[in-house]
């Protein structure tokens, strides 16, 4: 355990996601329910983020040449002030709708450093510490979406909003000096966007197929905060349950990490039999303390199952003789071109049945939860 904490380039790259989620806990956390206190229907809501994932599909690729040019940092401060730009308009910006190109624009944007996390871990985190890195990466994660849910429930419920906004900036910049201190270049690659294209379209790797398949747990991610405040019909009664579900993620990533290095494949079993019983639960039942309870369970194992699941693919990233950072940026063009694709249609299909949307993208995070694990299993034979 020493290890994982003597190593600089590890507790920098544990500060530096402690201080993004903090600051980022609004978009990821609060995201879809403050666009819909601010007047958005469920459909438009879908038709956004299909848009800004599409946007970000196309921007991946610049991460390695403008990395290369200017260092993964600066990459980094890039896409935090499209983010600060995002929370201006969600906080202070009094009138979202008349500015919802910028917003759409800023959401995309700062997907710039999306590939950041996997080309930093693939080059400082040993292959025997991947497991128990990841653990303590996630809780790191966790503590900030803790403070950040925190604050953030305080400054809407306050009307505070300006101060909250001011906080958020503090982080997002903070999150910058931090990274310089392990900044490096990737070696540099010509035509960039062509090869990560053409690996997309053409290449036989599970990894882009895995990552696409990642698109409809993020969905779910985004929107059972929706679902949820959608049921208690309470913007406070929302963030408390918010706040406490993610305190008790602690105890359990710290497990699940230990056990993925031990064995990976038991590890990625057991996390998806997990998963898929708490979606399960939120597709059959309507009850406001069932939903609840349950939001705090699958608040728990989701950090856990991203601890294993990730371990897993960082490990393909590993030991693949692709280049890693062209690898990390085809992952997450692959999962940025599924999420438009699958937004799309859900916007179209809730335009008719509204709210029962939500059991559509239940049922395609089920599918593709047994799909990944079932995929991961076969790509560690070979």
């Known amino acids: 355990m020493k290890n994982l904490f003597n190593k600089k380039e590890y507790k920098y790259m544990y500060l530096s996601i402690f201080l993004y989620n903090f600051a980022n806990a609004l978009s990821e956390i609060f995201g879809t329910v403050m666009l819909y206190k601010n007047g958005l229907p469920i459909y438009l809501i879908l038709l956004i983020y299909g848009i800004r994932f599409l946007i970000m599909g196309f921007i991946t690729p610049l991460f390695v040449t403008i990395s290369n040019k200017i260092g993964i940092a600066k990459c980094i401060l890039l896409s935090n002030i499209f983010n600060i730009i995002y929370t201006y308009l969600i906080l202070v910006n009094k009138n979202l709708l008349a500015n919802i190109i910028i917003f759409i624009i800023a959401m995309g ?45 305080w400054g809407v419920i306050s009307h505070n909003t300006s101060i909250l906004f001011l906080i958020i900036t503090f982080f997002f910049l903070l999150q910058y000096f931090v990274i310089l201190k392990i900044d490096y270049k990737p070696n540099k690659k010509s035509k960039v966007f062509k090869a990560s294209i053409k690996y997309l379209l053409h290449s036989k790797s599970k990894y882009k197929i895995i990552y696409a398949l990642k698109t409809n747990h993020i969905i779910e991610r985004h929107f059972v905060p929706l679902y949820l405040y959608l ?5 406070k009664a929302f963030s408390i349950i918010t706040i406490v579900s993610l ?57 856990v199952y991203e601890t294993s699941i990730q371990t897993s693919i960082q490990n393909i990233i ?45 049922i395609l995070s089920i599918i593709s939860t047994i799909t990944i694990n079932f995929m991961i299993q076969k790509e560690n034979k070979y």
Do not use: W
């Not at 450093?113 to 990466?137: C, I, M, Q, W």
């Not at 799309?344 to 559509?360: D, R, V």
């Open 231 to 235: 049921l208690l019909k309470d913007f």
């Open 109 to 153: 944007l700062n997907g710039l450093s999306n590939p950041s996390s996997d080309a930093l871990s693939s080059k400082y985190v040993l292959t025997e510490h991947r497991g128990r890195f990841n653990s303590l990466y996630n809780i790191s994660k966790i503590l900030g979406d803790v403070l950040a849910s925190s604050f953030v429930a």
């Open 318 to 362: 590993k030991e693949s003789k692709e280049d890693n950072d062209l690898l990390s940026s085809v992952g997450q063009m692959s999962l940025c071109f599924t999420e438009f694709f699958i937004f799309l249609i859900l916007f179209i299909i809730a335009k008719f049945i509204g709210k029962n949307i939500f059991y559509l993208i239940f």
């Open 247 to 303: 305190l008790f993620q602690f105890t359990t990533i710290i497990l699940i990490g230990k056990y993925t290095d031990k064995n990976i494949t038991k590890s990625n079993n057991l996390v998806t039999l997990i998963k898929t019983t708490i979606t399960l639960i939120y597709l059959f039942f309507k009850n406001k303390f069932v939903i609840s309870i349950n939001k705090t369970v699958s608040d728990n194992v989701s950090k």
